[in-house]
């Protein structure tokens, strides 16, 4: 009977030290350290010394860098039916410091519209570089396609404070399709403070969980599907809830796949949301 209670006990104390031994050995990410940024447009040309890994779940490849000040991510997808709604709703982008899946503190980037005007009004109002002849040929232009962004904390001032002279230090991404998958390139500032409220709050070497939401039913979205109802499906602002150019620009495009709108023509099935989450290691200064 004692060697049999003796046998029990060694089995529990061999399953606890398999459970704790998966814990503190669970996939952590790594990101690559770089010396020289990345151009964030979409292209993964510059991307050769990073790790690509993939989220099998929704056939996303994802490759992380950073050097001391940003955060530089890369995202592919492979698998158009996975997109969902992201022409609308955007990709939001967490950051947790707590090993927790936080989604208090991040940006949301998405594409939107804005004239020529707006945009010479948008970069005015965050410090943007704008010499005349930019403002030259931006005026009287109809429709751009900016790659913006928001901050998810509503209490979050956008507008950073910035000395004279110095660009400020806002988060840039671009999408774009390439090779039969649809990418997008983010850069987003380490440092958070009361001057950087937008950063991500981690320094290198440090571990961070990051996670990525998109599709579903954007703000967008539902007042489409309000003005659908009412009879009138045109007079749609799909730029309301912007204030910022920085990262993307130029004529439009058509976007390459059709949004299904709650009540709209395209049906009226509801657009899946996806998400997943990482445990990435900051890179150290080589």
Not at 59 to 70: E, L, P, Q, R, T
Not at 182 to 208: H, S
Not at 216 to 234: D, F, L, T, V, Y
Request: net charge positive; with cysteine; proline share 6%.
């Amino acid at each position: 009977m004692k060697h049999k209670r003796f046998f029990n006990w060694a089995l529990i104390s061999l399953a606890v030290c398999l459970l704790w031994g998966w814990a503190i050995s669970k996939d952590v990410v790594k990101s690559s350290w770089t010396a020289a940024p990345p151009a964030i447009d979409g292209v993964s040309g510059d991307w050769t010394g990073a790790t690509f890994l993939t989220e099998k779940g929704v056939k996303v490849d994802y490759a992380f860098m950073n050097d001391g000040s940003h955060l530089y991510v890369f995202l592919a997808f492979k698998d158009p039916k996975y997109l969902s709604s992201i022409e609308t709703t955007g990709i939001y982008v967490y950051f947790s410091l707590d090993d927790k899946k936080n989604k208090g503190q991040g940006l949301r980037f998405y594409k939107r519209r804005a004239t020529g005007d707006q945009v010479i009004a948008l970069m005015e109002k965050r410090g943007e570089p704008l010499t005349d002849q930019d403002k030259a040929s931006l005026q009287g232009q109809k429709i751009f396609y900016l790659y913006d962004w928001q901050p998810i904390d509503k209490n979050v001032n956008p507008i950073l404070l910035v000395s004279p002279g110095t660009p400020p230090d806002y988060p840039v991404f671009k999408g774009k399709m390439v090779e039969n998958a649809w990418t997008y390139e983010f850069k987003i500032p380490l440092a958070k403070n009361e001057t950087q409220p937008l950063g991500v709050g981690a320094g290198t070497g440090q571990t961070i969980k990051i996670g990525f939401e998109w599709g579903g039913i954007s703000e967008e979205m539902k007042k489409a599907a309000a003005a659908q109802r009412k009879g009138n499906p045109s007079n749609i602002d799909m730029s309301a809830s912007a204030d910022s150019l920085r990262g993307g620009g130029g004529g439009g495009t058509t976007p390459p796949f059709q949004i299904p709108v709650p009540g709209g023509g395209k049906g009226t099935g509801t657009p899946k949301k996806y998400d997943f989450w990482l445990d990435v290691q900051l890179a150290a200064n080589k």
